[in-house]
């Protein structure tokens, strides 16, 4: 793998929100940037919620060619692109933006990476799945889960919020105590709750998870969170988030350069840098 040198016709990519500095995006990136032969690097930048408009404008003042979205931005970002993707539209919230010719638009990779993380083990239509979450990362999922005909119901710690997503969707939602008697193909976490540095937290109980033939976690620093080790121990299959990053990378890191990445490539980079090697 040829290695790139950066030079004045280098084209940057990244990543924005706030916190980033757990992030494996650029580890990914730049491999299959490398990999392919191509003039790109990837940063990560933290952006402070008052500055998120100044952000988004240094995108076309110096020509950034692509930006991923985290949490808390995926919503927020909306007001400060010029276009939306149709389906971006109907997800209501961003983690991908396209810089052509300083015409910026917004995408969601979110919804394929979360379809194909699924998939690799289970179909989604007629599955019973229940969300856990109800912010921007939920958005992407809850659209994922309808447009393959799955039945979700979204449960929040503000019940409001859940109803609020659940509305659009056109789904049933309810309160995380609902956890204790919903039983279901499938459960979700689309919150952060668990990722490093607070590893040892958990949004739900072993006794909980029992109801659940799957779980998938969203977060994906450490591999295995508290959430997925409580459901190994319940007897349900996992999935980790990793999954759902590197093909949500995948399909961003095709909308920038065109072309298809190393997907092998990108998960191998992140479970060896996760894992301190």
């Avoid at 990779?109 to 083990?121: F, M, N, R, V, W």
């Avoid at 979450?133 to 659209?143: D, T």
């Avoid at 979700?152 to 710690?157: E, F, G, S, V």
């Avoid at 952060?192 to 909980?208: C, D, F, L, R, Y």
């Amino acid at each position: 793998m040829k290695k790139i040198e950066i030079d004045g016709n280098t084209r940057i990519c990244g990543l924005i929100g706030n916190p980033v500095a757990h992030s494996m995006s650029p580890f990914i990136h730049n491999a299959a940037f490398e990999k392919l032969g191509l003039n790109y690097k990837y940063f990560c930048f933290k952006v402070e919620n008052n500055n998120l408009r100044q952000a988004i404008m240094s995108m076309r003042a110096i020509d950034i060619k692509g930006m991923n979205v985290t949490v808390p931005y995926k919503q927020q970002v909306i007001p400060f692109l010029d276009e939306l993707d149709e389906v971006a539209k109907k997800i209501g919230a961003v983690n991908t933006i396209v810089n052509n010719r300083k015409k910026l638009k917004g995408f969601n990779t979110d919804y394929i990476g979360l379809i194909k993380a699924i998939e690799e083990h289970t179909t989604i239509k007629g599955k019973k799945i229940v969300l856990l979450g109800a912010g921007g990362a939920a958005r992407g999922i809850a659209f994922g889960i309808i447009e393959k005909k799955g039945s979700l119901i979204i449960l929040n710690r503000t019940v409001a919020k859940a109803k609020e997503l659940a509305k659009e969707f056109g789904c049933e939602y309810g309160g995380l105590e609902l956890m204790d008697k919903e039983k279901a193909d499938l459960l979700i976490n689309s919150t952060s709750v668990g990722m490093h540095p607070k590893e040892n937290e958990t949004i739900a109980k072993k006794s909980q998870l029992k109801n659940f033939k799957i779980v998938l976690d969203a977060v994906y620093n450490p591999i295995e969170t508290k959430l997925l080790k409580l459901a190994r121990d319940a007897g349900c299959k996992t999935i980790s988030g990793l999954n759902m990053l590197v093909y949500q990378g995948a399909a961003s890191f095709e909308l920038w350069t065109g072309k298809k990445p190393d997907t092998k490539l990108m998960k191998k980079i992140a479970i060896k840098k996760l894992k301190g090697e």
